[in-house]
């Protein structure tokens, strides 16, 4: 059986997209505009998926933690703060984590 390497270029992709997101965030005043929200999202997304794809070598994992973590983060700014959502997130990463393990 062969062992398989790790990507050390999405690595080096998480670290560019995290240095964009804090240059974002340095330079840009904290309004939600469009454009700049979109963009801050994005680069949240990349950076998670490139680091826990570095982490955890699986696409499929890599996506779930990312499209959660953001989604969560996403409701947060449109104001839902109840912990409510945050079990109902949980809940469904384990379901999707579940599903996608059996098949």
């Given at each position: 059986?062969?062992?398989?390497?790790?990507?050390?270029?999405q690595l080096l992709a998480g670290l560019l997209?995290?240095?964009g997101l804090l240059y974002l965030i340095g330079t840009y005043p904290?309004?939600?505009?469009?454009?700049t929200t979109a963009v801050f999202?994005?680069?949240?997304?990349?950076?998670?998926?490139f680091f826990s794809k570095f982490a955890l070598k699986s696409s499929i994992q890599a996506s779930l933690i990312s499209s959660v973590v953001t989604s969560y983060l996403i409701v947060r700014a449109?104001?839902?703060?109840?912990?409510f959502f945050i079990l109902l997130f949980i809940i469904l990463f384990i379901t999707l984590q579940l599903f996608f393990k059996r098949n």
């Open positions: 059986m062969r062992k398989e390497r790790r990507q050390f270029w997209s995290l240095a904290p309004s939600l505009t469009l454009p999202f994005a680069l949240i997304f990349a950076a998670l998926w449109l104001g839902l703060k109840q912990p």
